[in-house]
T-cell receptor, first 113, second 113 residues
Framework: AQSVSQHNHHVILSEAASLELGCNYS??????LFWYVQYPGQHLQLLLK??????LVKGIKGFEAEFIKSKFSFNLRKPSVQWSDTAEYFC???????????FGTGTRLTVIP | EAQVTQNPRYLITVTGKKLTVTCSQN?????MSWYRQDPGLGLRQIYY???????DKGDVPEGYKVSRKEKRNFPLILESPSPNQTSLYFC????????????FGQGTRLTVV
């Protein structure tokens, strides 16, 4: 089965700090990549996704992610975080053409005002 | 409004007492799935369904059943719940599984005592 690794379990930042959350996956073939966000007490919502084309994708709320195929990575970034970004972030990978979606274990982000 | 609705949101039950968690989507999606979310483990897929009467096991299917008699509904059944099934459960639907965005329900927090 696909393995999705998010090495940062809990990240604490002050407002206006820059954010980068790591995501690595194990599948060597074509993949579709996602970042989902879960605000406290809420369901998961899609932040951004990559299917093909430009490896730098932009999502909602100022987030972006870069797909680096050679590193099997899809790291999430934001130049300046806000208190409202406090949430849990999940990376997910779909093997193109397959009926699956594998999630990482999630990274909890706490932004201190 | 496009949504995935789960009921109940919270449930406390006793070991061995059969229960059903309902899931309904209004987007005419073919693909539906159930996940459980546990601390440090992220989301793990329990079962998925690619269409009416087509279901298959995910990564952690033991102790669960599902059915897909109608396109919009995908209930999760625990015939004999045990304490290790205490978890947060999410239902999700998507247009297909070629990597389309998954829409998640609000979650059901189940406690089995």
């Amino acid at each position: 089965a696909q393995s999705v690794s998010q090495h940062n379990h809990h990240v604490i930042l002050s407002e206006a700090a820059s954010l980068e959350l790591g995501c690595n996956y194990s599948y060597g073939g074509t993949v579709n990549l996602f970042w989902y966000v879960q605000y406290p007490g809420q369901h998961l919502q899609l932040l951004l996704k990559y299917f093909s084309g430009d490896p730098l994708v932009k999502g909602i709320k100022g987030f972006e992610a870069e797909f680096i195929k050679s590193k099997f990575s899809f790291n999430l970034r934001k130049p300046s975080v806000q208190w409202s970004d406090t949430a849990e972030y999940f990376c997910a990978v779909n093997e193109a053409g397959a009926n699956n979606l594998f999630f990482g274990t999630g990274t909890r982000l706490t932004v201190i005002p | 409004e496009a949504q995935v609705t789960q009921n109940p949101r919270y449930l406390i039950t006793v070991t061995g007492k059969k229960l059903t968690v309902t899931c309904s989507q209004n987007m005419n999606h073919e693909y539906m799935s159930w996940y459980r979310q546990d601390p440090g483990l992220g989301l793990r897929q329990i079962y998925y369904s690619m269409n009416v009467e087509v279901t298959d096991k995910g990564d952690v299917p033991e102790g669960y059943k599902v059915s897909r008699k109608e396109k919009r509904n995908f209930p999760l059944i625990l015939e004999s719940p045990s304490p290790n099934q205490t978890s947060l459960y999410f239902c999700a639907s998507s247009l297909d599984w070629g990597g389309a965005e998954a829409f998640f329900g609000q979650g059901t927090r189940l406690t089995v005592v």
